[in-house]
T-cell receptor, first 112, second 114 residues
Framework: EAQVTQNPRYLITVTGKKLTVTCSQN?????MSWYRQDPGLGLRQIYY???????DKGDVPEGYKVSRKEKRNFPLILESPSPNQTSLYFC???????????FGDGTRLSIL | GESVGLHLPTLSVQEGDNSIINCAYS??????FIWYKQESGKGPQFIID?????DKRQGQRVTVLLNKTVKHLSLQIAATQPGDSAVYFC?????????????FGSGTQLTVLP
């Protein structure tokens, strides 16, 4: 079954404690991206990756890092989380830019 | 950057009726549009897409209409069912030739009444 898997699904943590949200896809997709979803603001892209070792900033990259060492994995790293990063996060993948993306089921982060 | 907006944040329809969800976009350079459905607790799911060289595209129980003159997109759902209750997003690709891909609207909540 085609899947984008995110972990954890829920996390409550404190300001400044580094965290990583993992994302893995089993469709051999080249394009992967991270979004955050906030009420009234829709989905906003944080970072994207065109392929292994190729990443670039989206619309709201401040406070986030990503890496793409393998095609299937695209972790999102918050080096020093702050309360304004409390949000619902989605990872997505597609076989090429401009094609419909498959989304994971989301990770709800609460930063206290 | 350009953004995609939705006319109505909520829509309630009777089961069995047809639903129409509207979307306005502002970037005339956008050449590709997608509708997604997001159920509670899940990620968005692809419903249907349309390229700017088309006016209409039909899927199973869904039809997307594109009016480039007024920069308007609509999703029609025939014989709406309880399982259609969800948030529906339209998305556009405003960066033709770029890798930054899609810009999403904030969504319309569709509620199907028994």
């Amino acid at each position: 079954e085609a899947q984008v898997t995110q972990n954890p699904r829920y996390l409550i943590t404190v300001t400044g404690k580094k965290l990583t949200v993992t994302c893995s896809q089993n469709m051999n997709h080249e394009y992967m991206s991270w979004y955050r979803q906030d009420p009234g603001l829709g989905l906003r892209q944080i970072y994207y990756s065109m392929n292994v070792e190729v990443t670039d900033k989206g619309d709201v990259p401040e406070g986030y890092k990503v890496s793409r060492k393998e095609k299937r994995n695209f972790p999102l790293i918050l080096e020093s989380p702050s309360p304004n990063q409390t949000s619902l996060y989605f990872c997505a993948s597609s076989y090429e830019r401009g094609r419909p993306q498959h989304f994971g089921d989301g990770t709800r982060l609460s930063i206290l | 950057g350009e953004s995609v907006g939705l006319h109505l944040p909520t829509l309630s329809v009777q089961e069995g009726d047809n639903s129409i969800i509207n979307c306005a976009y502002s970037n005339s350079a956008s050449d590709y549009f997608i509708w997604y459905k997001q159920e509670s607790g899940k990620g968005p799911q692809f419903i249907i897409d349309i390229r700017s060289n088309m006016d209409k595209r039909q899927g199973q129980r869904v039809t997307v209409l594109l009016n480039k003159t007024v920069k308007h997109l609509s999703l029609q759902i025939a014989a709406t069912q309880p399982g259609d209750s969800a948030v529906y997003f339209c998305a556009e690709n405003p960066y033709s030739g770029s890798a930054r891909q899609l810009t999403f609207g904030s969504g319309t909540q569709l509620t199907v009444l028994p």
